[in-house]
């Protein structure tokens, strides 16, 4: 019975993988990338005329098939890193990615050390 | 000792988050591409104008420096920095003009009023050449030298302070 | 006179909490066994006091008396009555009396119903709480005073943004502060318990339902929140990992962390010291979040107008808060032995800890890296969704696996892990729903279907607890189950809502159709309409889709107030059981195109259907707390 679940566990993981949806959604991209003008806005959600205009230049950059990351290098080059809202990955983020999992590896640790001393009943 | 040392750098970690809360406070909230400079534009090309002509990366080997100047008929402290414009075309500067999100009759009436310090007259009608120059308001107006890199960036209206420099850089 | 009145009251708060803190100070030098009824008398004095204060804000609104400058800023006779009085709290001055009068009201409720407790604890309680209550007052009268006068009295105001003129909103602040303030009182009451050394189960039962009453209702208001922006903002979103939103998130995850080891702290007398630590992190983290919010160090959508000063104030109280605390923490601290097995609830509780203990620091960090980064290198970065997304989305598969395994394991020591039953049987029937999910919408990556996967897991196992209960009538475990159910089907239908959303955005004029793969949408006309404070242009718009047989008119708007002169976007929402359809309008200047932006959202509803269900849990078992005793 355990082996029929797993191999039908399995099966179906690859199937999804396989079907996954792998197309650059272009409301993707706008909703990634920061409106310069407004308060705390993505392009995807202002009406700003700046938005309006990063997204003909973004559509345009998808029609000539760039792919992702080089519309986020180019926008990058001309506005600075603030425009996009994922942070890169590199020395100076360096600690805004690893540290929630030290804190995730530092909690571990702590529970395996309170957990390992076999309490007396 | 262990406990104290923790004690410490726990002290210590809140000291740090909190000074540079306190640091934080006296920051500039307003983000600007000031600071942007030294890049190299790429290629681009602008239709001109009167549509005879175009607007390409090419055109800055011929000057030692090139203003363009991103304006427009409907924007208000365009008409207010047009004066200095005007000066600095007289003081030599070689000034390129791109019309932004204009109509073409709005932009030569505009021109008419209140003088034509451009050498060069660019339209960039739907505003993505614009993107090309990180530009994200008008007016802007971008120094660029001989090998297409960016020299300076004004974002916003020139005013007496910012011509000054101007005339320097160009110098 | 309303302002003079009102400076009265806060007047009068302020020495109440002084004479409060005497008193109280007297009381625990001398040898009396019971509280004398002159503080009783004190605190009830304050309260009402407090609560007048707000009161005379309320009618200054309401009459519209402009020679209050905080009325003047933010209100306007055309205002409808029902936003005039919303408006009083939907500023900084107004919202911080609020958050003065909740700090009150929790410091009389507590001392009243906590009776059965010792002396000295109640005391220093009400005392700590007074010292915390004299800071906000003091800041308030002195920076950000709500009666402070205009001469000469204006003749008109000017008006509250109408992105805030909504019913949601209204609620939102004051639900949302019962909970955010709401946690002073265990932060007080945690430094009383170190300083008159009334811990373990004692200490937990005198929090308990303080603890649920300040998750539930931050819960609750950070949902309306939610609700708010998803309706009012026009982007369709509900959550965008805005700085002011994670401020509201950070301390619901230390609450939601400090209610469950409370329950270890009643049942076990195991965790004292880490329970004090959640009790005093989570009041440090709303102060902190107030902080960001109202002293401008943030950029953000939701930002109060912003003054150097009040930065400066709150940071400062901020700081002899942590510092204070950490202090006392330290010279009472005594060690504890922790004697857990593995396959036991407590454990398993201190793991749900550990989880929240990652969210908290990756929304903590998420937040404030760009401030970091910007004193220390000078560099400015944007850190937003995806960030979040990345970080936090994979961790909430083992978490949802986890809150089926934990409940079913007794207390000490259980005798396996397998104690979930019929495991089989719910993993295929999770599978097959998942399956199901494919063939109705689509597929999805790897990482959602095992979201899917894992939160049918935890669904399909909670109702059949749920049947359990019902049969066997065993009503103790029943808020749980709905919780830890509710909290399933919110993770399921987002990202259900996550994945299979169908957004366009397109421009069209007047007359225009657009088709996609499945729907048509038909630009039918534009109507133009006077309002009592607004002008507004309405799109008539039609909606084709011949699949589901979908035929629908929505009805966007953009509106023109003028008072203060603002330009909004009101989207069009038809709301039903099986999705949402969206549909926003916004005019391109110099150009006779409107930018359109379509969505359809399936399962939208039940997003706060499920969220609503999480807090109902919460609420049982305050019901449940309250029978008990």
Known sequence: MKSKIIFFILAFFIFSSIHANENIKVNDIFKNLRCLVCQGQSIADSNSDFASTVKLVVEDQIKQGKSEKEIYSFLISKYGEWIVYKPSFDTKNFFLWILPYLVLVSGGIILYVLLRKKPKL | MRVNLTRIIIFGFIFFCLSIFWLGLKKDQTYDTRNLIGNKINEFSIPSLDETNSFSEQYFLNNKFTIVNFFASWCAPCRDEHKYLVELSKNGAHIVGVSFKDKKSNTLDFLNQLGNPYKFIAADNDGKASISFGIYGIPESIIINRESVVVKKIIGPINQEIFKEILNIIK | MLSEFGQLSIFLVTIFSVLIIYKSFLSLKSNNQVIEPGIYQLSLWQVTVTILSFLVLIAAYLVSDFSLINVYENSHTAKPLFYKFAGSWGNHEGSLLLWINILVIFSYLFLIFNFKHKKNFRLLTLVIQNLIILGFTLFLIFNSNPFSQLEPVPLEGLGLNPILQDPALALHPPMLYVGFVGCSIYFSAAIASMLSNYRGKLFANSIKSWVLISWCFQTLGISLGSIWAYYELGWGG???????????????????????????????????????????????????????????????????????ARG????????????????????????????????????????????????????????????????????????????????????????????????????????????????????????????????????????SNLIFISALFLIIHSILEAYKIYQKKIKFEAPRVISHLGFGLLILFIGINHNFSNEQDFNLKVGEEKKFDEYNIIFRDLKLKQEKNYKAIIGDFEIKNFDKKINKILNPEIRIYSNPETLTYEAAIKTRIDSDLYLTMSNISRSDYYNIKFQHKPLMIWIWISVLMVVFGGFLQLVRNKNES
């Open chain 3, 238 to 308: 509900f959550w965008f990992w805005d700085p002011v939103e994670n401020a509201s998130l950070l301390p619901w995850f230390a609450i939601t962390a400090l209610m469950h080891s409370v329950i270890v702290l009643k049942k076990r007398e195991n965790l004292y010291a880490w329970v004090i630590i959640l009790c005093l992190i989570t009041f440090i983290l709303s102060v902190t979040g107030t902080f960001l919010v109202r002293s401008g160090i943030l950029n953000s959508v939701h930002t109060f107008a912003s003054d150097p």
């Open chain 3, 312 to 447: 400066i104030y709150i940071l400062l109280f901020l700081s002899v808060m942590i510092f204070s605390s950490l202090i006392i923490f330290f010279r009472t601290f005594k060690k504890e032995s922790y004697n857990f097995y593995f396959k036991s609830k407590e454990t398993f509780i201190l793991i749900n800890n550990w989880f929240m203990a990652f969210f908290l620091v990756t929304v903590l960090v998420g937040t404030l890296y760009p401030i970091f980064l910007d004193v220390v290198t000078n560099e400015k970065i944007s850190v937003g969704p995806p960030f979040y997304n990345i970080v936090i989305i994979p961790l909430a598969v083992p978490l949802l696996v986890l809150m089926v395994v934990g409940p079913q394991l007794s207390w000490i020591n259980s005798k396996s892990l397998g104690v979930v039953k019929h495991k089989a049987l719910i993993i295929i029937g999770a599978l097959l729903i998942n399956f199901i999910i494919y063939l109705i919408f689509g597929s999805s990556s790897f990482l």
